[in-house]
């Protein structure tokens, strides 16, 4: 497993997060299989979220490991807030975010969250608002660290003109069949759709403002419309491609699906959204792999794209 430093935070992190989205899915014991089993293979970051299950999945996370003092500090906790599903808006008051992390910590069953992300984009966001809440979380000890997912780089500007903590994380989707954050800057300046910026430099953003980006989704094409990996209706030449590459290292094509992303220079950790402990293991050898540039790109074409 490799590690990264999260810049501005004394945070040493696995390049692989196990995200944690989908655990109702399993009995507690097969939780606790699965957290093992990320933790044994050097997965020392959880990401979670205050929908996820309605927040049943931080309640299976810490039953599933008996949560303690001794367990709680080898594992860094990042969890998210602001959408309010059942209601269908997002809110970033200060009242909400409070409210919500005192919710998350009674469910994580610790006293502190190591990095807070604001979930999604809240038009009606006040910015003072939102600064109040992040200091008063940080100065009593909730929360030590703090930072978005999907934010664009003006949304991450007006935020951090308040806040006196820097925005560490930006957690994005990013899969070799989901890959706007690279597109346009291949084909700047030409008349076709791959040209169209949809994300608003966020990846150079990111790189200069150091700020750490999370990819989610890392398997899917689409939002949510399922895995590229053995879809050879749709993606018969990077099916192709991948299983190649894979044999020719010796691994799964899940593997392969990891190191396309973490051979990228900006240090991207990808979050891991499997139930199964062997597809598990499978990605994290992806995490030691190093793919040549020619590997890079040959991968990055066979999904469709051009690299004029």
Same mark, same amino acid.
């Given at each position: 497993?490799?590690y990264?430093?999260?810049?501005?935070?004394?945070?040493?992190?696995?390049?692989?997060? @196990?995200?944690?989205?989908?655990?109702?899915?399993?009995?507690?014991?097969?939780? /606790?299989?699965?957290?093992?089993?990320?933790?044994? /293979?050097?997965?020392?970051?959880?990401?979670?979220?205050?929908?996820?299950?309605?927040?049943?999945?931080?309640?299976?996370?810490s039953?599933?490991?008996?949560?303690?003092?001794?367990?709680?500090?080898?594992?860094?906790?990042?969890?998210?807030?602001?959408?309010?599903?059942?209601?269908? !808006?997002f809110?970033?008051?200060?009242?909400?975010?409070?409210?919500?992390v005192?919710?998350?910590?009674?469910?994580?069953?610790t006293?502190?969250?190591?990095?807070?992300?604001?979930?999604r984009?809240?038009?009606? @966001?006040?910015?003072?608002?939102?600064?109040?809440?992040?200091?008063?979380?940080?100065?009593?000890?909730?929360?030590?660290?703090?930072?978005?997912?999907?934010?664009?780089? @003006?949304?991450?500007?007006?935020?951090?003109?308040?806040?006196?903590?820097?925005?560490?994380?930006?957690?994005?989707?990013?899969?070799?069949?989901?890959?706007?954050?690279?597109d346009?800057?291949?084909?700047?300046? @030409?008349?076709?759709?791959?040209?169209?910026?949809?994300?608003?430099?966020?990846?150079?953003?990111?790189?200069?403002?150091?700020?750490?980006?999370?990819a989610?989704?890392?398997?899917?094409?689409?939002?949510?419309e399922?895995?590229?990996l053995?879809?050879?209706?749709?993606y018969?030449?990077?099916?192709?491609?991948?299983?190649?590459?894979?044999?020719? !290292?010796?691994?799964?094509?899940?593997?392969?699906?990891?190191?396309?992303?973490t051979?990228?220079p900006?240090?991207?950790?990808?979050?891991?959204?499997?139930?199964?402990p062997?597809?598990?293991?499978?990605?994290?050898?992806?995490?030691?792999?190093?793919?040549?540039?020619?590997?890079?790109?040959?991968?990055?074409?066979a999904?469709?794209?051009?690299?004029?």
């Amino acid at each position: 497993m490799k590690y990264i430093s999260i810049a501005n935070t004394d945070i040493e992190a696995s390049n692989l997060i @196990m995200g944690n989205m989908r655990l109702t899915e399993l009995t507690v014991p097969e939780a /606790e299989k699965l957290i093992r089993t990320a933790m044994e /293979e050097g997965i020392n970051f959880f990401d979670h979220a205050d929908i996820y299950g309605k927040g049943r999945c931080e309640e299976i996370f810490s039953e599933a490991i008996q949560m303690n003092p001794a367990i709680r500090e080898k594992m860094i906790l990042q969890s998210k807030c602001g959408i309010v599903s059942s209601k269908g !808006y997002f809110d970033f008051s200060k009242k909400h975010i409070i409210s919500s992390v005192d919710g998350i910590l009674k469910r994580l069953r610790t006293d502190y969250l190591d990095i807070l992300l604001l979930h999604r984009p809240d038009p009606l @966001m006040e910015p003072e608002e939102v600064a109040e809440a992040f200091e008063e979380l940080r100065t009593s000890g909730k929360v030590k660290y703090f930072g978005v997912s999907n934010h664009n780089p @003006m949304q991450i500007e007006l935020l951090q003109k308040y806040i006196k903590s820097k925005l560490v994380i930006n957690q994005l989707q990013f899969s070799i069949a989901h890959t706007p954050m690279i597109d346009s800057g291949i084909t700047l300046n @030409m008349k076709n759709d791959q040209a169209i910026n949809r994300d608003s430099s966020i990846l150079e953003y990111c790189r200069l403002k150091d700020i750490t980006i999370q990819a989610w989704s890392p398997f899917q094409h689409g939002f949510f419309e399922g895995t590229f990996l053995g879809d050879w209706e749709k993606y018969p030449e990077l099916n192709k491609t991948i299983d190649e590459i894979a044999e020719k !290292y010796g691994v799964t094509n899940t593997a392969i699906a990891v190191a396309w992303i973490t051979r990228h220079p900006a240090n991207i950790q990808v979050v891991l959204g499997t139930t199964n402990p062997n597809r598990m293991k499978d990605a994290c050898k992806g995490a030691e792999m190093s793919l040549t540039r020619e590997e890079w790109y040959q991968i990055y074409k066979a999904a469709g794209n051009i690299v004029p």
